[in-house]
DNA sequence: ATGCAACTTCAAGTCCACTTGAGGTCAAGA
DNA sequence: TCTTGACCTCAAGTGGACTTGAAGTTGCAT
């Protein structure tokens, strides 16, 4: 068990941080010591889950969603598989991204964004952030 | 030349983003005609890295800082470099995370938390931002 | 028993990235 | 010429993710 300062300094997150996530339901402590709020160890790993969740672009509402207040991060088959592909198409452009950035330093060209090189490395995730806004026509812009 | 509803179109950008990128420095319009504004082609382009670059986490101050408002997205390579560097260590969270998710759908252990399997997948992950946690302490919390 | 640092709650504030709304302008077609 | 609709500006509002501040409480060392 371990007190809020505690799990602050093990997780790296404020205090108000972790008394926010569990206003909003993404962790929850065990107990109290009069006042004072108790944390399993569990909650450690937890709280590196979000965090890794988050900087996959999750927002934390997305992340409850798919982690219970339990420790089960479950659901049905479907949600997980979806955001296991959301993933992968993240990944797909930030290597784009982080190989266009690689090439442009090593690239003479007066104006990058016409490097016919540096188009072909983006262009997959170019093409595809174009499709994406033609598919959500129907709810525009709200991406 | 397009007008901000052509370019709305092409880029799924809605005209209030892009009248606030401009506002902000992150494009510009090539001129008007009478009030509207009018843009280069180019432009598409810069608003898909733009797209690309916030998905990779970053602010649009950081990417305004890396990209110029002219069409050259140079700085030295320190910089670049770092960016580039930044990126890797997403991709690598992300594997993890994503493995993790496509793992969790295969496995029956009641708590995935618990479960070493999964904790392997992600550890790599994990105990880099534990050791960023670390890092940090002279400035705690901020990140 | 007393002091106090570390916790507590709750409301309000902040920053970012936009969106919305009110009121105005203008180019082009009927 | 007149209308209309798509643009314009500028200020204020929104939502997400927290942080900060004020005021109160408490476990623990002295």
């Known amino acids: 068990m371990l007190d809020i300062s505690e799990l602050s300094r093990a997780s790296g997150f404020s205090p108000s941080k972790l008394r926010y996530y569990e206003e909003v339901g993404l962790i929850r402590s065990a107990g109290r010591r ?15 889950l979000i965090s890794l969740a988050q900087t996959a672009g999750f927002s934390l ?3 409850k969603e798919t982690m219970g207040p339990e420790g089960r991060p479950d659901l049905d088959r ?4 979806a955001k296991a592909d959301a993933i992968d198409v993240r990944i797909k ?9 690689r090439h442009v330093m090593n690239c003479t060209a007066e104006n990058h964004l016409d490097c ?13 952030k174009q499709g994406d806004a033609k598919r959500s026509k129907r709810n525009p812009n709200k991406g």
């Open 34 to 48: 009069g006042l004072k709020r108790l944390y399993e160890d569990e909650v450690k790993t937890r709280i590196s």
């Open 78 to 81: 479907t949600v997980l598989a």
């Open 61 to 63: 509402g997305e992340i």
């Open 116 to 128: 016919p090189r540096f188009q072909r490395i983006i262009c997959v995730a170019l093409t595809k």
């Open 93 to 101: 452009e930030l290597t784009a991204l982080r190989d266009g950035l």
